[in-house]
């Protein structure tokens, strides 16, 4: 099963204003970057062919292309980023999509959705709130829209309902963290400590 990973990551200097209150500006890129490092150690190390990084800040380009994963430097929407490359992922079987801030993925989770595809066209793993979409598997990998957002969970579910593909949602404890607000990054930062996890995006918080 021939896969890729998508990664679409807005300019950082626009990311995670909702930390603003205990986190300034550039700790705020850091923290970015930090997420990216342990989203990509754990792509890279997955069985997926190929990994994706869109952005239009050089510091996430320069980061991916260290991790020897391909780039494409466009300033778009999410969802945008996602379809422009719809021609490149027509190569592969499958697609993977998954933002920066969920830190806590293991490669474990890419692998057991990559096997869950054999058996359904699109696996949903969510947010802890049920809002929003944490990973989203497409078989084949522009079988349905992307509606990264606000609900976007709902609306993943209903699209891929409407096109008759065949749905999974898979529920990882790790993966439905994803870093918007500070009680994401408390859960974050204790599920760590409870399971003795090492992720790049502790360093920030171990040297303040």
Same mark, same amino acid.
């Given at each position: 099963? !021939? ?6 990551? @807005?300019?950082?200097?626009?990311? @995670?204003?909702? /930390?603003?209150? &205990? ?5 705020? &890129? ?5 997420m990216l490092t342990d989203v ?10 190929? =990994? ?8 996430? /380009?320069?980061?991916? @292309? #260290?991790?020897?994963? $391909? +780039?494409?430097?466009?300033? *778009? ?17 499958? #697609? %993977?999509? +998954? ?10 989770? =890419? ?11 699109? =696996? &949903?793993?969510?947010?802890? $709130?049920?809002?929003? +979409?944490? %990973? *989203?598997?497409? @078989? ?26 065949? %749905?999974? %949602? ?7 963290? $994803? &870093? ?9 930062? !204790? ?15 171990? #040297?303040?």
């Amino acid at each position: 099963m !021939k896969g890729i990973g998508i990664i679409p990551v @807005k300019h950082l200097n626009y990311a @995670k204003s909702r /930390l603003s209150s &205990i986190l300034n500006i550039n700790d705020r &890129i850091k923290l970015c970057l930090l997420m990216l490092t342990d989203v990509l150690n754990a792509l890279t190390s997955s069985r997926l062919s190929n =990994i994706i990084v869109i952005s239009p800040d050089n510091r996430v /380009l320069n980061l991916a @292309k #260290s991790f020897g994963v $391909d +780039t494409v430097n466009i300033d *778009l929407g999410l969802n945008e980023s996602i379809s422009y490359i719809k021609d490149i992922v027509n190569d592969f079987d499958l #697609s %993977i999509v +998954t933002p920066l801030d969920i830190p806590l993925i293991e490669p474990i989770d =890419i692998n057991k959705i990559i096997n869950l595809s054999l058996n359904y066209n699109v =696996i &949903i793993s969510p947010s802890h $709130d049920m809002r929003g +979409t944490n %990973i *989203l598997c497409r @078989k084949p990998p522009n079988s349905m829209e992307t509606f990264f957002g606000d609900l976007s969970f709902k609306k993943h579910v209903d699209e891929a309902t409407r096109r008759g593909l065949k %749905i999974k %949602i898979y529920v990882s404890p790790r993966v439905s963290i $994803d &870093i918007d607000s500070n009680e994401d990054l408390n859960a974050a930062l !204790k599920y760590c400590r409870e399971h003795s996890i090492s992720k790049q995006f502790i360093s920030l918080f171990n #040297s303040k």
